[in-house]
């Protein structure tokens, strides 16, 4: 067993996988094609619900079975009004793996996803929370720093890393994600205690994934400062921050806030509502720009890692040279 393998030991036999990397699930991006292809490749695919309908998800869990026979997750949005029978959906279809996030699970849905055989995985962007959600019985955490595309937390990931896998990773598997590209960073991680690692970005512009030319053109264009966070216009409306390649849809989501605030104000939503209606707007946004290539006014969800995106290629041949890095760099630090 090779130095990568004995680190990745741990991630591998959690996840069923022979490569313990998991696919991040980004809504419109992370469906049948893309997921079967990274648990067909050796890594750990993970389909994106968002705001899928049940008999949506239903549909995408069966077609993805029918495209490999390997192991893959599905990640659910905590504030999903139909998130019982998303769960209920998972089960009918004996998905390993559910990955929880958006926030804190609703009481019962723990239990829920746990009673049906399945692991579950949550998210944890501080110390605290994640003691919490160890105590809840969480089988295993991603950490995602803020360098990541899509909803961010407010704490880098080199920090979030030093923070959390001295105290929680002894005890539960723990994923690091947010703006990992190449294999010297998952050595890295492996060696501090991660259990694996997660990655988003880099895969976008994957043979196999069915976002739109101009979508991965962008990607291909960007530099790293390129990618920035949305800003929160209303301290009353607390919006998860998200990274996003900068274009004329950043601006629109400005707006966007200005319109929900003043739908609260007049009475016309409650908090809950008036935070879906910003998940609807994002997924609508990111729609426009994934599937049908309007990279002006779309959402183009990047992380910061964007500008080590250099061509499209197969997933198999992304994993490749992930690998292949990260045993360089074990080996060469093993010679000195």
Known sequence: MSKLDALMQRGREFLGSEIAVMA??????????????????????????????????????????????????????????????????????????VVLAGGLPPPGSIEAIKSQGAKLICFAPALSLAKKLVRSGVDALVIEGMEAGGHIGPVSTSVLVQEILPEIGPQVPVFVAGGIARGEAIACFLELGAAGVQIGTRLVCATECIAHPAFKKAFLRASARDAVASVQIDPRLPVIPVRALKNAGTEEFTRKQVEVAAMLDRGEVDMGAAQLAIEHFWAGALRR???????????LMAGQSVGMVKSEEPIAQILQTLVNEAQAALESRATI
């Open 24 to 97: 991040g699930a980004m809504s419109w991006i992370s469906e049948r094609n893309l997921v079967s292809a990274m648990s067909n490749a050796g890594g750990f695919g993970v389909i994106a619900c968002g705001a899928m309908p049940p008999e949506l998800l239903d549909a995408e869990i069966a077609a993805t079975k029918a495209m490999t026979d390997k192991p893959f997750g599905v990640n659910l949005i905590t504030m999903h009004p139909n998130l019982d029978d998303l769960i209920a959906i998972c089960a009918k279809h004996r998905v390993t793996h």
């Open 289 to 299: 720009a994934v599937i049908d290539g309007d990279v002006e006014n779309g959402s």
